[in-house]
Structures are given as structure tokens and as C-alpha cells.
């Protein structure tokens, strides 16, 4: 980190700031030039508060050099996490489909989409119990009776299952979810992040709307600051201008995230584009940009479904695209496990 | 709402979907032209399932033509909303000012800034307990401390006092603060937006980071659709391209909202600049612009803040700047209470 | 279009509408509901002027069914687009590489780079002689002398060239260029597109870096609509709020322009991320999406570039590009001609 | 400018560098610390070419701490620029109003809006000959006609006028018009911007659809740097995920242009929200914010408008209006002269 002096401060204001940066364990580097002055702060700096040096007086500007996270960061950890979930390993090297409708409606609707999609290939099957929609007057999700039937349907076909937590007063309902997933509008709900921290629960972490690729990454620090490090992140799309498609996927979130963090990325083309036949052309993109899994809506009868009905597959639809997913996947020399 | 029927679509499947949505409570009103043929629906749509519709595969496209909340909507209620609040009103035609420190550092700290900010003219005493940080390694607030040092400074300056809560859990906790604040990464926090629309305590709700308008209502509706009808609308800045600053005042905002909603609107020009000096001509438009208060932060010693100080303004800043806004919203004709 | 009426309008002003509408070609059909009445517009209603209609007194809104362009709509032209430029194929089932410096800086740069682009795969010689840059004093490019060089490059390896028109009083100059650059800050210089559809030169017209893909269509329209067919879109990143990066490719670009239109659609990584490593992976992704081709910046040694130098590959990069460019496009059944 | 060298950077490359800033005129000011080195540069480094830097591979990263643009940099330049054109002076503690039709359609509209508005106060008259429309099927403008025109309705009120010019092509024929204004389209068509350069003509420039403060600044300066300091900001919104108005007034610009810039600096409300009932709060806005004036689109007939009709005020609203307007510029102590 470099702080950048005013131009004549007062020598003894300087000294007084110096004293307070050591004192963080800092060591400081001072370098005064003919008309700049500056700090360089070496050690652990992901600690140090930006926003508290700004407003010290005699501070003209502060530039982070290194990243502000560090559990999460691969230069303090150059392995690739694989994290281990109901008998599969999610991370670098592997590919898994994580699919199934985006809530769950009923007993039939779910082992219907469950079996279908485990016959096509897919590994986890992901569904939404308590759903966060926009209008209080939507459906909100059959809650409890959500979770048991995914249960059931774990038990019936063996796939792990992944659902959407709401809040950390939840924790004890979700014990036995697989996968607990954090949605996009719940990236920043640090409260909830710091119950997960708290956990040793593989976390699905979503990216937030309009979320920074570093303010996702200290969204996962707060998960492994915690002392939780199986945390996969996941893509959905980024709000822009663009008024024809729903979200815009960030395909170079994928590359970024592979360089600057040791953590798994997932793609969700379905909520990204927000439009069912787009769904193959992006999860196509995705396998080649290196993501290590897809996460797909499927419903057996997506004009009938209670969500997301315009962006799900159907169970032919979704057959279809696990042929073209296999052949590229063995292509780029992963598979399943 | 308008449905736009695909061409060529089976007669059978049309009559299926219109008395789908006749079972929701609409009168449909069918429009068959050479081209296009159109399903007009009367009757409350703010329930009716938009994605449901469009994944209705005899569905070419659904155009909302009124709006999708309706406790917050200014059509169904006329009038200007009012709230009361520790012996004051906040609304249309009144103008209220909350100052206070980003945290609650201190006795000292709070009872000097929340003396001299109500000597200036504050109304309300703005404080965070419970801080929501980018970073897990930043100062994560006093917690139960701070609340119980904003109830001193409370008793002792009269203020009413207005903090953050960020989960549906800490309600009880809450229960004797007099603005409960919503920040805006919460803003999507359905959980909580549901656990605050069961009591009737006055709710500041931030806008999201890129939150449009509309999601914002939808989130109001939350809370008013739960039954507490007390909701205090706060812009500040959204998210853009820009980087000169953190994050853009939305100042069209304000006559939006005042527009579409009865709901009063609050400006917070610290957190929308994030630079202290930019506090002011901020301020100045959003008075200008028709808004119903001001959250400012100010700090005893914003050098030494230990959150957001390069946005707070100093005791006499903030002092001066009272002086400009009792001259300016004289000028627009309204006053405290 | 639709156009919605308000409620209680008077007749005579409603029938003055329609009669205005009628006059411009269209057909009308009149749809009287309980609340609502709807005007169904039916014809060619790219002529027609939203923004005129919208300011009536009597309408409510108006509501675009079909896309306001037609030259470039799939639907009106539903077979592919293929431009033959230089002995080549530009279109969908063909995949080019068009590589080359940002700028040409000197006969000894250019041709080095050329020749060696050539020998990797490369089969168009890209280079800017009029560069825009954002600040009046970085370099502007050679000018009229980078023009006589990229001719003298193409002598010599049969490259045909691409490059950049600011303007439309340079089209004589630029008359044997094979194919004309329209940058992104001029993607609506209206000016130069209506020059350009004067001509029959293939144009590459990059996106606008905040363009929706309905107005960069528009801007394409602006040539067609002027007897020129031969457009090439070219998508080289969005301005978003993501700092970490230069502008974030819009994957989704590609299979929706593949949908909206039959023109050829390119990918530029190199403008998109800003950095030379992320080229590979984006370029994968575009491969995989549907992209036509890849405009790649390259240089024989571009730490001492004098624009993008960060972006550009040197000459053994760019040479291990084109191996996995192959392998890949040969994977997905397609050929440079 | 601060240049980060990569850690273990050999000497031999490093000293190159230091060499090549010198050569630029820079002095170097070189500083070694345990783990990072520290380049600083001093001088004019609005000239060095960052990107070209960062190329560079034995550099980490580069950061400017002055800003790239010095002719419009208040740094250089303290004084606030006062322009004067046709009898009027624009600029800091002066307010004018420019107001008139989107697009000049004929005598009789243009007279009848000319000799309105002024009668109310404004005291530059606006309209458009050549107009920049997304669609080439929209209406172009009267183009040489509407020139003729608003020549004629200056001889006729005394209004200086204000019009758009679209391309260095038309310079002669813009020869005596009082104000050329450059689009937000236009704004980094750089060879327009130069060839104002080289006049004396007054420019007004609007800011691009999502062009930073710095990129508009920067195009300020390609007009400076060529010699003509009579520059003219005017924001006009840009463009954000907001989907309920058209742009989004940045009001923030005002204040950080006026701290950063020494230039005038205008508001359009009409374009900034697209609807005719926002244009007076935001104009209330802008002058609480300290804008030196506003540009108002004002038809006789908005209704029937070739052009922005819905945004346009009719004679009356606009009188309304600048009723307003000086009420509230007395409260700031400004006025038109």
C-alpha cells in the first residue's frame, strides 16, 4: 500500500501518522521526493482501513498494491481448492452440471426433474426452497415442505442437493443441504456470510448485481476468514445498460477469478441471460473460458412453472445440452469426478 | 398488463391460458387483429407472474402497464405519507436533518458529536452499532455497546436515534430504537424487509447499490404489504461507470419518487460522494429538488474515524452547512416540524 | 407497435391519431376495453417515430412489438450474410483471424508483424494509421504514411488490410483499404456511417462501449439503409462499473446478434480485457459462443509499443494462439475460407 | 506518476526505463524499499503515455496522481473562463438559459418558439439543423434550410444561437453561428474536436452517454490544446441500468467540475430524464448545485414535434418555468449578463 502526502505537511502530523501505521504492525518505507512525498507500507495490508487513511488530513491519496483479501487470494495460497461434497469434487481439473428447477413445487415436479436430469448426466441437483423474488405478492417458495422434498429426492436418486439460505436464523434447517447457496442479493448480507464462516459447509457463493469481481472475493473472505474454505464461486450475470437479455454474463470473471483466487467458479448461464435458448451458446462459452461447472434451470414443464419458467429447459432440452456439454468437457480433458 | 399472442397459436392453448388467468381474478379482454392478436387484463395485476406468462410458449412477449407495487404507489394513495416520530413528522412539506458519526466509536465520541450536531440543528442522531464493511478485517462496529451508547445520547440530547440493522434476528434488540435503517446491501434482504413489515417502527430503507427505482418500491412494498406502512426512502448514489467518485447521487430520484410514491424521500449526499467537501452542493440540490430530509455524517474528529472519516464533515462543518440549509429550505417553505 | 391511449381521451383527438398514422402507410386496429384502449399499428413501423408518438396528449405509451431495423433483421433477410473481401469469406460456417499493432509505427514494425501473423494463420492485416486517442497529446498515429505502409505490407504478404476511418472526409484516401474500421466512439458518428453506405466497401463496425446491441444494429442500419451490405460487427467490450479490467466482453452478444441478424459477427479481446494474458481465454469463449472471427492485437515487441502495448501478444504468443485457434475451430467445423 | 516495479526486476531493464522517462523531460525520482520499488516521475506527465508504461514488463503497475489534462485543469488555471459571445458572458456568477426546439422544422415554428422564449428570459436560442437520431429512417433534420432559419430568427430577436454541428466537413458552413455544439455521440469524434481547435468559435460540449468526467475533460482539452479556450461543458445524464427515464442526471458533475476545471458548465435537463414534467426540478437542481445555466427544449406544439416531443415544454410551461429560474438565480446572486 503507498500513501501519497500533501504537499507541505506538517513534519510532526506525518510522524504521528507513521507511529499509528506501525503500531499496525506495518513497516513503513518513507521516500520523499522533490515534490512528492510518500509512504510505502509493507507487511500484512489487508487489514489496514483505506477509507480511515483518506481522511487523515496529510493524506493527499492511498493506492493498494496488493489485493485486500487474502484467504481467497492465490497468491497466498497457489494450490486450486477442491472442495469434497456427496462423493464429487468440485474445483480446477473437474466439471459438474448442477441442475433442476428453480424452486421446488411439488413431490411429482421435483423426482420427475430429479431423475431426468441424473439420467442426462448432471451431478448435483440444485432447487429453491425459500425464494428471494422482487414482489412480495410472488411465490415465495413451499419453504420447509421445499427442503423435505429435496431430501427425498436426494434420497430416491443420490444426487447431493444445493438450495438457497436465507438468513443465518436458518442454519440449523439447512444442516443436512449439501451445497448452501447464497444468492446474488444476499453477496453483501455479511451477517449471514459470518454464520457460514462458522460452518464447515461447502458454500455457493453468488455474485452480487452489480458486484465488483474484488467485492465478491472479500464476500468469500468473510466466509473463510471464519475458518470455512470450501466456498465455490458463482457467475449469474452483471447488471448493465443492456435492456434485450436479463443480466449480462461476465465471461471474463472466469479467467480473472482463476488468476487472482485459488477457488472454484461455477457459471450460471440460465439466470445470466434470462432466455431458455440462450442458455446452450453461453454454457458453451463458459466450458472454454475454464469454468469448472454449470448450474442449470430444468423443469418438466417450464410453461407451467410457479418461477423463471421463460429461462428453464425442459427435461429434452436439457438431454440435449448435456451431449454437447460432455463432448466439450472431454474435449478440454474434464469430467465429473 | 398486455399479452402479445404468438402468431398462429392454437386456439385451445389460447382459451387455456385466458382462463388461467381469469382464475387469478382478471378480466381478459381479447383483441384479434390481421397480425397480432392481444390479451388486455383488467383487475389487480401486481399478483400476476410475469415470468409465468412469458414462458407460456403461446407468449410472444407481456408489457406491464401499471405498475407492479401498490401499497407504495402514489395512484392507489393520494395523499402524502406522514410518520411520526419522536415528536417529530417526517414528509412532504417538512424537512429533517440526521446527523451523526458513520460508527458509534465512543461515549465521548457520540455524546460531543450528537450534542453539537443537535446545537446546529440536527433533529435525528444518526449512528451505526452494527457496521456492514466490505472487509471482514475492517471495524465491524461496538454491536450491543454502540446501541446502548446511542440510548445515552438519546436520553441525554432528546434526539431521536436512527441505526442500522442488518438481520431479522436482531429485532428484538432493536425494539426501542426509533428509525430502524435498512442499508442498502440489505435493501434485497427479504427476510428481513418481511420480519420489519410485522412490527410498525419506522423504517429508512437505502436504495441498492444499482437498484433501479421500481426494485426499490418493490422492496417498500415488502414492508408495507407485511402491514407497517412506515417507510422512509433514502437515496444514496447508485453505481456507474464512474470513478472519480464512489458512487453517483441519483438526484432524478427525488421527483420520481415523489411522483410514483406517497412515501417521504431522504438524501444522504455522505455516502453518495464519499468526499467531504462534495456534501454540500449535494445537499443544496437535494433540497432543490424537492427532497424531505438530509442523513449527513459528521464526526468530532473525522481524521480519526474509524469508518468513512473522508466523508464526514467536521462539528463547524457541519455547522455551517445547517446555516445554508435553514436558508434554503426557508426558501422552499418548510421547516423541522 | 402498440400504442396504449389514455383513459377518457376525447374521440375527436383519438381519430386525429389515427388518420396521422394511417397517412404514414400504416394499417390500424382499434381495441376498446373496459379501462384500457389500444391502438395495434400494423405495417412497417420502422419509419415510425416513437418519440413523436409519445408526446401526444392523448397517448399513454407506445410499445415497440418489431425491432425498429430491417435492413440488418434476420427475420426480413433469414439467410447469413457472407462478405468475399481479399479472396476471403467473412461469415457464419468461416472463421477469421484478423491480427496486427494497434498502430503502425514504422515499415520495419509493420512488416515484421505481418509477415510473421501471416506464417501463424492470420489471414487479414489489422493496423491503425489514424488512431483515436483519448488524450490530444498520446500518439495519433502515422497517418497518411501508416496508410502507404500497410499498403506496401499487403504487397508483400497478400494480407488484405483493415483499418481504422475516423472520418468521412478520408474515404478518398482510404479507397483501397479492403476493409473500413468505424471505431467505437464513432459507432454513431451518423456522418461517416451515411458516407460509408454510400460506398460498397465491407465496413467492421465496432460496438459503441456503452451501445445497446438494438442501437449498435441501428448504426449498422445507417449503412445498409444506404445500399451497402457488407457490415461486419465487431464486439469489443462494455464500459461497466468493474474496475479490475478495461471493459468486459459481452459474450451474449454473439448468439443474440446471431439471432437478430444474418451480418457476421467478429470478437475483439484484446480492447476487451486490456491485458495480454486474458486475450486466450476470451478468445476460447468467443470460438465456442458462434463468433465468426477474432481481431487480435500483436506486435514484435510490445513493451515498446506506442499504443496498447499491454494488450497486444508479441509474435510467439500470438503464434501459440492460432494453435489453439485452430485445434478449436476445426473442433466446431469451420475453416478460414 | 508513480511507476511499481515487478519485485527482482534486473537493473539493466530498469535503468532502460528510467532513461526513456527522462528522455520524455521527466525527472525520476527512485526509491527502494524491501519489497516494492518506487519509481516517481516529476514533471509534465500529462504528455507520458501510461499504457505504454504498463507494457513495459518489468513494471507492476503504474498510477497517476496528476490528472492527463492541463489546459482545462483549475490547477494550472485558478481563474474561472468567462466566454464571451453575442453580448453575453458565460460562466461562473452569471446564468444563462438557452432554449428551443429539438430540431428547427420551419419558419413559422422556430419564429414563434424564438420570440416566446426570449420574451420569457431566455437569452440564447437552441435548435437543431443537422440531427444526430438513432435511426437513419428517423427525421434528419432540415439541414442547410434549418441553418437559413435560425440565421434569420437571430436577425429577427437578437438571440445568439446555438446548433449542432456533426463533422469537421461543415466548419464553413457553420462559420457564423454563435455556439457549435458537439454531441454526446460526437464527443470523442476526435477529428471534429481538432478542427474546433483551430477556430475561435465558441463550443459547447456535452458530455457522452457514459463518458467518465475525466474522458470529458480530456476532450476539452483536444479543443484547447489546439489553441481555442472557449469550451462550454454541459451535461446532459448519462446512461445506467435505470429503466424508468431515459438518462441519469449526474448532479455530482456540476461541483467536480467546478472544483476540477476552470470551464463553464451548463445543465440539460430535457435530455438528462426525457419527460417534459421532470425538466423543472432537476433545473431547480442544477442551479442549487451551481450550474452557470440551463439548455431547455421548448416546442409551440410539442405534441406533434419531429423530434423529442414527450421532453419538450410548450411556450407556456417554459414561461412557467423561467419564472422559476429567476427566483432562484437571485437566491444565488446570479444573473444573465
Same mark, same amino acid.
Given at each position: 500500500?503507498?500513501?501519497?502526502?500533501?504537499?507541505?505537511?506538517?513534519?510532526?502530523?506525518?510522524?504521528?501518522?507513521?507511529?499509528?501505521?506501525?503500531?499496525?504492525?506495518?513497516?513503513?518505507?518513507?521516500?520523499?521526493?522533490?515534490?512528492?512525498?510518500?509512504?510505502?507500507?509493507?507487511?500484512?495490508?489487508?487489514?489496514?482501513?483505506?477509507?480511515? +487513511?483518506?481522511?487523515? /488530513?496529510?493524506?493527499?491519496?492511498?493506492?493498494?498494491? *496488493?489485493?485486500?483479501?487474502?484467504?481467497?487470494? $492465490? $497468491?497466498?495460497?497457489?494450490? /486450486?481448492?477442491?472442495?469434497?461434497?456427496?462423493?464429487?469434487?468440485?474445483?480446477?481439473?473437474?466439471?459438474?452440471? +448442477?441442475?433442476?428447477?428453480?424452486?421446488?413445487? *411439488?413431490?411429482?415436479?421435483?423426482?420427475?426433474?430429479?431423475?431426468?436430469?441424473?439420467?442426462?448426466?448432471?451431478?448435483?441437483?440444485?432447487?429453491?426452497?425459500?425464494?428471494?423474488?422482487?414482489?412480495?405478492?410472488?411465490?415465495?417458495?413451499?419453504?420447509?415442505?421445499?427442503?423435505?422434498?429435496?431430501?427425498?429426492?436426494?434420497?430416491?436418486?443420490?444426487?447431493?442437493?444445493?438450495?438457497?439460505?436465507?438468513?443465518?436464523?436458518?442454519?440449523?434447517?439447512?444442516?443436512?443441504?449439501?451445497?448452501?447457496?447464497?444468492?446474488?442479493?444476499?453477496?453483501?448480507?455479511?451477517?449471514?456470510?459470518?454464520?457460514?464462516?462458522?460452518?464447515?459447509?461447502?458454500? +455457493?457463493?453468488? $455474485?452480487?448485481?452489480?458486484?465488483?469481481?474484488?467485492?465478491?472475493?472479500?464476500?468469500?473472505?468473510?466466509?473463510?476468514?471464519?475458518?470455512?474454505?470450501?466456498?465455490?464461486?458463482?457467475?449469474?450475470?452483471?447488471?448493465?445498460?443492456?435492456?434485450?437479455?436479463?443480466?449480462?454474463?461476465?465471461?471474463?470473471?472466469?479467467? +480473472?477469478?482463476?488468476?487472482? *483466487?485459488?477457488?472454484?467458479?461455477?457459471?450460471?448461464?440460465?439466470?445470466?441471460?434470462?432466455?431458455?435458448?440462450?442458455?446452450?451458446?453461453?454454457?458453451?462459452?463458459?466450458?472454454?473460458?475454464?469454468?469448472?461447472?454449470?448450474?442449470?434451470?430444468?423443469?418438466?414443464?417450464?410453461?407451467?412453472?410457479?418461477?423463471?419458467?421463460?429461462?428453464?429447459?425442459?427435461?429434452?432440452?436439457?438431454?440435449?445440452?448435456?451431449?454437447?456439454? $460432455?463432448?466439450?468437457?472431454?474435449?478440454?480433458?474434464?469430467?465429473?469426478?
Amino acid at each position: 500500500m503507498i500513501i501519497i502526502l500533501k504537499q507541505n505537511a506538517p513534519e510532526q502530523r506525518v510522524q504521528a501518522l507513521i507511529d499509528d501505521v506501525k503500531q499496525q504492525g506495518m513497516t513503513v518505507h518513507y521516500s520523499q521526493g522533490a515534490e512528492t512525498t510518500i509512504l510505502g507500507l509493507i507487511g500484512d495490508t489487508s487489514r489496514v482501513d483505506e477509507d480511515k +487513511l483518506r481522511a487523515n /488530513d496529510v493524506v493527499f491519496d492511498v493506492r493498494r498494491i *496488493s489485493e485486500p483479501y487474502k484467504a481467497a487470494n $492465490r $497468491r497466498f495460497h497457489p494450490m /486450486d481448492t477442491h472442495i469434497s461434497v456427496g462423493g464429487h469434487t468440485i474445483g480446477e481439473g473437474f466439471f459438474h452440471v +448442477l441442475a433442476g428447477p428453480c424452486s421446488v413445487e *411439488s413431490e411429482e415436479q421435483l423426482l420427475t426433474v430429479a431423475q431426468s436430469v441424473k439420467a442426462s448426466g448432471a451431478t448435483f441437483l440444485r432447487g429453491g426452497a425459500f425464494k428471494p423474488r422482487t414482489s412480495p405478492y410472488s411465490f415465495q417458495g413451499l419453504e420447509a415442505d421445499g427442503l423435505a422434498l429435496l431430501r427425498e429426492a436426494r434420497k430416491i436418486t443420490g444426487l447431493p442437493i444445493v438450495t438457497e439460505i436465507m438468513s443465518e436464523a436458518q442454519l440449523d434447517e439447512f444442516e443436512d443441504v449439501d451445497i448452501l447457496q447464497v444468492g446474488a442479493r444476499n453477496m453483501q448480507n455479511f451477517r449471514l456470510l459470518k454464520a457460514l464462516g462458522r460452518t464447515n459447509k461447502p458454500v +455457493l457463493l453468488k $455474485r452480487g448485481l452489480s458486484a465488483t469481481v474484488e467485492e465478491w472475493l472479500m464476500s468469500a473472505e468473510y466466509i473463510m476468514a471464519g475458518g470455512n474454505e470450501n466456498v465455490i464461486l458463482c457467475e449469474r450475470g452483471v447488471r448493465t445498460f443492456e435492456t434485450m437479455i436479463r443480466n449480462n454474463l461476465d465471461i471474463s470473471a472466469v479467467p +480473472l477469478l482463476k488468476s487472482h *483466487s485459488h477457488l472454484p467458479v461455477i457459471i450460471d448461464p440460465s439466470h445470466a441471460a434470462g432466455i431458455a435458448w440462450m442458455v446452450e451458446p453461453l454454457a458453451r462459452a463458459a466450458i472454454a473460458a475454464g469454468a469448472d461447472g454449470l448450474m442449470i434451470e430444468v423443469h418438466n414443464n417450464p410453461k407451467a412453472a410457479l418461477c423463471d419458467g421463460a429461462q428453464s429447459l425442459d427435461l429434452d432440452q436439457f438431454a440435449n445440452l448435456m451431449k454437447e456439454v $460432455r463432448r466439450r468437457t472431454e474435449f478440454e480433458g474434464k469430467s465429473a469426478d
